[in-house]
């Protein structure tokens, strides 16, 4: 946890360095990591590989890599009952570190914040959707591409910070190798995504 928050610290992103001092807090009181059912998604192979492919991973990779066994990966319900396009359920999962006891099993616990990772596989559109946490994205790997809003898609690299507020609709794309992500919702954290009706979305494809 400690690892995370000193990669989301940062003089120019007020927002994540909020939400790394609450991790630096919450990694003061920490209680035993709790036992749940591990879990695992179709690309999770390919992104792990991914993750690992750097013969000396930072601290945050290597944190992560040793979590991965243990950690619960699924995939939001809402999304396999009616996905985005034919492949996309094969390409994404996510994993909840820590967040509130009545979602997704989590490691560890907290009525505040939310963390974890997300997977894309190579090529993998996230089309566009809003939620009312507040959410805060640090890629791991990379590059990857991303659109805010009615703003273009801009490219951002591994270790560069990405905020969303609350109800922005967003989008991610990843380039031609699996996407690992890790992310921070604060606020509502029981409300899931939506994606975008496709009146929405008009002009806003991905590159």
Known sequence: MLDFADGLDSP??????SHA????????SLTAVREIPSARVPIQPACEAELAANGDPSPLASALLDLLPIVHVTRSPSYLAAPPSPSFADNYGYAVICGPQNGPPTLLTDSQLAF??????????YPLHHHPADEVYY???????????TSSWVSRQAGEIIHHPPWLPHATLSADRPLVLLYVWAG?????????PASTTQGNEAP
Do not use: I, K, N, Y
């Open 188 to 196: 509502d954290l029981l409300t899931d995504a939506a994606f975008l």
């Open 116 to 125: 974890g990772l997300m997977f894309l596989g190579p090529q993998t559109h």
């Open 139 to 149: 890629p791991l790997t990379g590059p990857s591409f991303w659109q805010a809003g």
């Open 12 to 17: 120019h992103h007020p927002v994540a360095s």
């Open 21 to 28: 001092s609450r991790l630096r807090v919450l990694a003061q």
